[in-house]
């Protein structure tokens, strides 16, 4: 599965994905870093066929009206540190995995994942 990671996630998530087999792609490698527009975020996610990981609910709004990005993973953790963050990926990656082959949006807080759409 191919992601982009958004620019309010540390980059080893990206790692840690990309360790595990799937493309990973963080903000910070693109040209405008983590200053890349939201708009350009879905239309690289659209046009790569990227699932876009991100905690901004403007995502969400987005997603609902517009239809972009088209495959949206929302993480709702609060406040998390990166460590916990990354071990709630990787006990929850086969799940994640499995939900977004079939659903297009999916959320991810500290119990778990939710199937939204």
């Known amino acids: 599965m191919k992601f982009l990671v958004d620019a309010q996630l540390p980059r080893r998530l990206a790692g840690l994905l990309a360790s595990l087999g799937h493309e990973a792609t963080h903000t910070l490698d693109l040209p405008d870093r ?4 939201d708009a350009t975020l879905c239309r690289i996610a659209a046009n790569e ?5 991100t905690k901004d609910a403007d995502f969400v709004d987005s997603f609902l ?25 990787r006990g929850n990656l086969p799940a ?7 659903h297009a949006f999916v959320e991810i807080d500290r119990t778990g994942i939710t199937v939204r759409m």
């Open 65 to 89: 009206v517009r239809g972009l990005p088209p495959t949206l993973l929302f993480v709702t953790t609060g406040n998390i540190s990166n460590d916990e963050l990354l071990a709630l990926f």
């Open 34 to 37: 983590n200053l890349t527009a």
């Open 49 to 53: 066929n990227r699932v876009l990981i």
């Open 96 to 102: 994640i995995t499995a939900a977004l082959a079939v």
